[in-house]
């Protein structure tokens, strides 16, 4: 026994009436009309090279699969330090950039310890370079302990309590 094959003219003339339809009436066009923009290097950026706007520039992300995580703004990447090397064309991933240090290691730093109405102080020296917010180990200079502490906007050192 044979079985025929179905015929399936019916279902492909509906789905060209469909798509027909839907270009038609601009459906896709959305898609093409806001394309998102993303920052380029202008020539390639080597790790620790501090980025500035001259180095960088907008362009229009042609491919609908890139992967999210890039840089689309000035503001995110302006000062920024990169974390390895960015080639010209190639979109900057957020991920592959940096605060700049604001306590360098082997420097002198100020620890400030704040427990109550109590604050006390002392010197110290980062074991490590650390950036606005980051957890870096401190070996107080009068004592030798080694202490940890969250890098302050104006570069002291704030102890944490054991």
């Given at each position: 026994m044979r079985f025929g094959r179905k015929n399936n003219s019916c279902k492909r003339a509906l789905a060209r009436m469909c798509?027909?339809?839907?270009?038609s009436i601009g459906a896709f066009a959305p898609a093409f009309s806001q394309a998102p923009m993303a920052l380029v290097p202008v020539r390639t950026i080597y790790p620790g090279e501090t980025i500035t706007s001259e180095q960088v520039k907008p362009v229009e992300v042609t491919n609908p699969n890139i992967s999210a995580g890039y840089a689309s703004d000035i503001s995110e990447v302006e000062g920024m330090i990169s974390k390895q090397t960015l080639l010209p064309g190639r979109t900057i991933p957020v991920a592959a950039l940096r605060e700049p240090s604001l306590v360098t290691r082997g420097t002198s730093v100020k620890l400030?310890?704040?427990?109550?109405?109590?604050?006390?102080m002392a010197s110290g020296t980062p074991m490590t370079d650390?950036?606005?917010?980051?957890?870096?180990?401190v070996r107080n200079i009068d004592s030798g302990v080694i202490v940890n502490g969250t890098v302050m906007k104006d570069g002291t050192?704030?102890?944490?309590a054991k």
């Amino acid at each position: 026994m044979r079985f025929g094959r179905k015929n399936n003219s019916c279902k492909r003339a509906l789905a060209r009436m469909c798509l027909a339809s839907a270009f038609s009436i601009g459906a896709f066009a959305p898609a093409f009309s806001q394309a998102p923009m993303a920052l380029v290097p202008v020539r390639t950026i080597y790790p620790g090279e501090t980025i500035t706007s001259e180095q960088v520039k907008p362009v229009e992300v042609t491919n609908p699969n890139i992967s999210a995580g890039y840089a689309s703004d000035i503001s995110e990447v302006e000062g920024m330090i990169s974390k390895q090397t960015l080639l010209p064309g190639r979109t900057i991933p957020v991920a592959a950039l940096r605060e700049p240090s604001l306590v360098t290691r082997g420097t002198s730093v100020k620890l400030v310890f704040t427990i109550g109405n109590m604050t006390l102080m002392a010197s110290g020296t980062p074991m490590t370079d650390g950036s606005l917010g980051e957890v870096v180990r401190v070996r107080n200079i009068d004592s030798g302990v080694i202490v940890n502490g969250t890098v302050m906007k104006d570069g002291t050192i704030q102890v944490m309590a054991k």
